[in-house]
């Protein structure tokens, strides 16, 4: 953790020396504007893992709030696939799996709810160089649940990592940039709404997350 911060703070602290000190005059245009993308990009990365940090911390102690209440998964799916498809790699075909005539009802905080399926599209984004991501949605009605899952192509997980991948600060890749936190927290989240989240991946061919969640009492 402590390597993470320090990383993006070098950056900001290291080119804003250089735009600052004397002979910054001299600089070209265009490297001064990549220097100042490097310095909001380090921003930007160090906000998320602070705030990483926090959220981690509240939710220990129970003091974030949850607004649970009953709304339909299908909306929430057809919605974040709709933020997503301009977020996703250019290269990379990202399907829905969805019927958007069947309402699924849950009853879930619907904010927390996107932050997790987001943080799943957000990995597999990172981990799949070609190929596919899929966000789908469906229901299992013998055993009254609902499922949203988030599939790729990407390089998969192997068994000894699928066991420690929910663990804090863990990362499959030291190299890549994050708190090692995001799963951490999504399990929590998941957990607060009384849902699991499953994990079927394979190296090589890809990953599958998934969100289980009990169905409304309405339906």
């Known amino acids: 953790m ?3 911060i320090r990383t993006p703070l070098n950056a900001i602290v290291g080119f804003t020396n250089l735009l ?8 070209e245009p265009e490297e001064k504007a990549t220097m100042l993308e490097i310095i909001n990009t380090n921003n930007e990365l160090l906000l998320k893992l602070v705030n990483d940090v926090l959220e981690i911390s509240r939710l220990d102690s129970g003091n974030l709030s949850f607004d649970i209440k009953e709304c339909d998964i299908t ?5 974040i696939y709709m933020t997503y498809q301009t977020l996703i790699q250019p290269s990379l075909n990202f399907l829905l799996e969805l019927d958007e005539t069947v309402s699924l009802p849950a009853n879930i905080d619907s904010l927390r709810f996107t932050q997790v399926i987001s943080n799943f599209l957000n990995n597999a984004n990172k981990f799949t160089k070609e190929g596919t991501i899929t966000l789908g949605g ?3 009605k ?3 649940e609902v499922c949203v899952y988030v599939k790729d ?3 998969g997980i192997d068994d000894k990592e699928l066991m420690m991948i ?10 890549e940039q994050g708190s090692g936190l995001g799963l951490s927290i999504s399990k929590v989240i998941i957990e607060r709404l009384a849902g699991r989240i499953e994990v079927d991946s394979e190296v090589g061919k890809g990953s ?3 969100v289980v969640l009990s169905l409304a009492s309405t339906i």
Request: hydrophobic share 30%; net charge negative; glycine share 6%.
């Open 20 to 27: 600052i000190a004397e002979g910054a005059d001299e600089i």
């Open 153 to 155: 192509t990407g390089k």
């Open 75 to 79: 909306k929430i799916v057809k919605e």
């Open 138 to 140: 469906k229901i299992d």
């Open 142 to 144: 013998e055993h009254r």
């Open 208 to 210: 599958c997350f998934s």
């Open 2 to 4: 402590s390597h993470e």
């Open 166 to 175: 929910f663990d804090r600060f863990y990362k499959t890749d030291e190299f």
